[in-house]
T-cell receptor, first 115, second 112 residues
Framework: ETGVTQTPRHLVMGMTNKKSLKCEQH?????MYWYKQSAKKPLELMFV???????ENNSVPSRFSPECPNSSHLFLHLHTLQPEDSALYLC??????????????FGPGTRLTVT | DAKTTQPTSMDCAEGRAANLPCNHS???????VYWYRQIHSQGPQYIIH???NNETNEMASLIITEDRKSSTLILPHATLRDTAVYYC?????????????FGTGTRLTIIP
């Protein structure tokens, strides 16, 4: 148990559906992240939020829309996805308050399948 | 952030020390070395980090060469639960640079 929870753990959606992934951290951290891990590929950073402000968008297509209403919650809204978007989506958090906030704590991930 | 090179896979007998190497020959003076691992179908887990001194915690030891061009992660008494992909990452630890760049890592298999 890392203090970072993600729901749902598994999601199957059609290409025309709209769904959302939720992440919640109970660690008092100020930075939150979305990563994507496709089969046989390294983890790819998608978005970074520091103190609720988006500080990184790693050229992610607009069909992925993040939302960070407060420092404890992070959402990833999904719409009109493609089958190649099927992957494990991981959320992480870190202290985010300066150069000594090294560790990121990851949630268990949401396994997304787009049909 | 500097690039790292790790072996694709390694085996280690249960109960023995597992030594995982990482080459980071282009590391700069303000970059730290981090190690994470990912057990199958779980999120990555932080293990340890260091700048230039050797470091030890309850999970592992990190040995960094004097020129900082390479490092070794040591799991002193490997168990079957240590089977995972191990990632060596170097990055500048500064405010606003929070991102980790994962490579392909080393797949460590602990053999009973």
């Amino acid at each position: 148990e890392t203090g970072v929870t993600q729901t749902p753990r598994h999601l199957v959606m059609g290409m025309t559906n709209k769904k959302s992934l939720k992440c919640e951290q109970h660690l008092g951290h100020n930075a939150m992240y979305w990563y994507k891990q496709s089969a046989k590929k390294p983890l790819e950073l998608m978005f970074v939020y520091n103190f609720k402000e988006q500080t990184e968008n790693n050229s992610v297509p607009s069909r992925f829309s993040p939302e960070c209403p407060n420092s404890s919650h992070l959402f990833l809204h999904l719409h009109t996805l493609q089958p190649e978007d099927s992957a494990l989506y991981l959320c992480a958090s870190s202290q985010g308050q300066g150069p000594f906030s090294y560790e990121q704590y990851f949630g268990p991930g949401t396994r997304l399948t787009v049909t | 952030d500097a690039k790292t090179t790790q072996p694709t896979s390694m085996d280690c007998a249960e109960g023995r020390a597992a030594n995982l190497p990482c080459n980071h020959s282009t590391i700069s003076g303000n970059e730290y070395v981090y190690w994470y691992r990912q057990i199958h179908s779980q999120g990555p887990q932080y293990i340890i980090h260091g700048l230039k001194n050797n470091e030890t915690n309850e999970m592992a030891s990190l040995i960094i060469t004097e020129d900082r061009k390479s490092s070794t992660l040591i799991l002193p008494h490997a168990t079957l639960r240590d089977t995972a992909v191990y990632y060596c990452i170097v990055r500048v630890a500064s405010f606003g640079n929070e991102k980790l760049t994962f490579g392909t890592g080393t797949r460590l298999t602990i053999i009973p």
